[in-house]
């Protein structure tokens, strides 16, 4: 079975700041890996999502996340954040071949960006 | 049109009402979704349609009771909910349903209130 561990629920820092929210997951097969954000009274959204390839992927507003197979992570980064990236994000994966209800998500954590 | 539309957007219930929530996507999916999610949680799956059948049942409670009528439309029939079935009901789509690599697209929700 799959597990997924973000190891801060919150994380406070000031406008213009650098962010990296933390996700750690546990597998004994192969997996995607996805970001989702959640911002207030609102559904899920796609940030990115890694398949195979480069472990560097990118989003169109600034969002990063590597993924480390070696140490099974998957940190989303933010060189400088906004005010209007407030919002939960999720960490989430699925197993390659696995059923299609099988996208298993971590606890959230709670992105707050201050003036 | 990447698009969940979700209704209403907000429902207070009685413990003896039957109520209905309604989602729609126009992208073609053929896997539709329900979640519920409590406050600060990550969104728990409910059901799962594959191709307009009924894949997964989360072992849901007979109260609530899904259907899906054509590819594009999926309900969520209520009937006697508890107090504790307060909560933001998700619903979300995805391209295959064969294919654990295609994110899922989500709805705003529908905030439901049972009283």
């Known amino acids: 079975a799959q597990s997924v561990t973000q190891l801060d629920s919150q994380v406070p820092v000031f406008e213009e700041a650098p962010v990296e929210l933390r996700c750690n997951y546990s597998?004994?097969?192969?997996?995607?890996l996805f970001w989702y954000v959640q911002y207030p009274n609102q559904g899920l959204q796609l940030l990115l999502k890694?398949?195979?390839?480069?472990?560097l992927v990118e989003s169109i507003n600034g969002f990063e996340a590597e993924f480390n197979k070696s140490q099974t992570s998957f940190h989303l980064r933010k060189p400088s954040v906004h005010i209007s990236d407030t919002a939960e994000y999720f960490c989430?994966?699925?197993?390659?071949?696995?059923?299609?209800?099988?996208?298993?998500f971590g606890k959230g954590t709670k992105l707050s960006v201050k003036p | 049109d990447t698009e969940v539309t979700q209704t209403p957007k907000h429902l207070v219930m009685g413990m003896t009402n039957k109520k209905s929530l309604k989602c729609e996507q126009h992208?073609?999916?053929?896997?539709m979704y329900w979640y519920k999610q409590k406050a600060k949680k990550p969104p728990e799956l409910m059901f799962v349609?594959?191709?307009?059948?009924?894949?997964i049942n989360e072992s849901v409670p007979s109260r609530f009771s899904p259907e899906c009528p054509n590819s594009s439309l999926l309900n969520l029939h209520l009937h006697a909910l508890q107090p504790e079935d307060s909560a933001l009901y998700l619903c979300?789509?995805?391209?295959?349903?064969?294919?654990?690599?295609?994110?899922?697209?989500f709805g705003p929700g529908t905030r439901l209130t049972v009283t």
């Open positions: 989430a994966v699925s197993k390659r071949g696995g059923s299609q209800g099988n996208l298993i």
């Open positions: 979300a789509s995805s391209q295959d349903p064969g294919r654990t690599s295609y994110e899922q697209y």
């Open positions: 992208m073609g999916h053929r896997a």
């Open positions: 349609y594959s191709y307009e059948k009924l894949s």
């Open positions: 890694y398949l195979s390839g480069s472990t």
């Open positions: 597998s004994s097969v192969s997996v995607y």
